[in-house]
């Protein structure tokens, strides 16, 4: 069975996968384009091709794998018609995140910043500013793989945690969970809202002026989901007149993130460039999730991660 992998794994990887029974043909992911060498591939695991490749020339494919958790890349449509399996790495970049958001709450509660430009210019400077995040209220939008990582270590620190998904049910590490339609309700509570839902056309500009009005004043946001859940011009609003005390971005509605964006000059958002999921592990649950798949895919067993198409994305 021929299998189109766009990550170059090591030979050891490689040769545990061919010892499912699969042919591995290994592209780089920028330069996959349709040829003879891949036209009758029955298997397909990549970040986003789609746009190089045209999956529909691909008469045989039946499984796609993605390396993302995100799914808004690939051509849904086509593989509803056509009934291909899609799995993702739901849960493969969890850990990392999650660090990266708890590392983001403490950096604008404690004025990290400040003190980096102060050390920069050998300035000894107190700040008496400071706040602490115990027994703050801290707001996931979204309660998945990521958010529950995230909850589970944030909450350690004395918080109480709040979650939002659809239908307001129950979440480990979360203290309370409401539903979408409550979103306003959820988020006046919250001293820091992090946006951890996935992006889906019910989601585009979730967090608008409208839901931004009934935060706190000074509030926190979080987002690493992904840029267009937040409508950013009313972002920008906020964070110039103060409702919002603070921003760390690591997605934005357009990447990168063009030069003359008003975020980059503001003292109260930080950014990185959708780095949040990078970690020295991250390879290894991405290969685990494919060997993983692929076995089970070979033998006829259920898919782990598989997407629902029928949700509507």
């Known amino acids: 069975m021929k299998a189109l992998i766009t990550e170059k794994f090591d030979e050891e990887k490689l040769n545990k996968l061919r010892s499912l029974g699969y042919d591995i043909i290994v592209e780089k992911e920028d330069d996959v384009k349709f040829s003879e060498n891949i036209k009758d591939i029955e298997v397909l695991s990549c970040f986003a091709v789609f746009q190089s490749l045209d999956i529909s020339l691909l008469k045989n494919l039946k499984f796609i794998q993605l390396f993302s958790a995100g799914i808004n890349q690939v051509p849904l449509d086509l593989i509803r018609d056509r009934g291909i399996l899609l799995a993702n790495n739901r849960g493969g970049y969890s850990i990392p995140i999650s660090e990266w958001i708890v590392l983001k709450i403490l950096e604008m509660v404690k004025k990290s910043r400040e003190f980096y430009e102060n050390q920069h210019t050998k300035e000894w400077k107190v700040n008496t500013r400071l706040s602490e995040i115990y027994g703050k209220t801290i707001g996931f939008i979204g309660t998945g793989d990521i958010a529950k990582e995230g909850a589970k270590r944030i909450k350690s620190f004395g918080t109480t945690v709040l979650g939002l998904n659809t239908t307001g049910r129950d979440v480990e590490h979360f203290d309370k969970c409401y539903k979408t339609e409550n979103i306003k309700e959820m988020v006046s509570m919250c001293d820091v809202v992090v946006v951890s839902m996935p992006y889906t ?12 009005g009934s935060m706190k004043d000074g509030v926190y946001i979080v987002n690493i989901s992904r840029g267009n859940i937040i409508n ?60 993983e798949n692929f076995k089970r895919y070979i033998s ?14």
């Open 201 to 212: 056309v019910k989601t585009y500009h979730l967090i608008n002026k409208d839901v931004i």
């Open 232 to 291: 950013e011009q009313d972002l920008i609003l906020g964070l110039k007149e103060g409702k919002i005390g603070g921003a760390a971005l690591d997605v934005f509605e357009e990447e990168p993130l063009k030069k003359e964006s008003p975020l980059w000059d503001m003292k109260n958002v930080i950014i990185t460039p959708h780095n949040s999921w990078v970690s020295e592990m991250v390879k290894e649950r991405r290969f685990y999730i494919v060997y």
């Open 300 to 313: 006829g067993e259920k898919i782990i991660n598989l997407v629902d198409l029928n949700k509507g994305y």
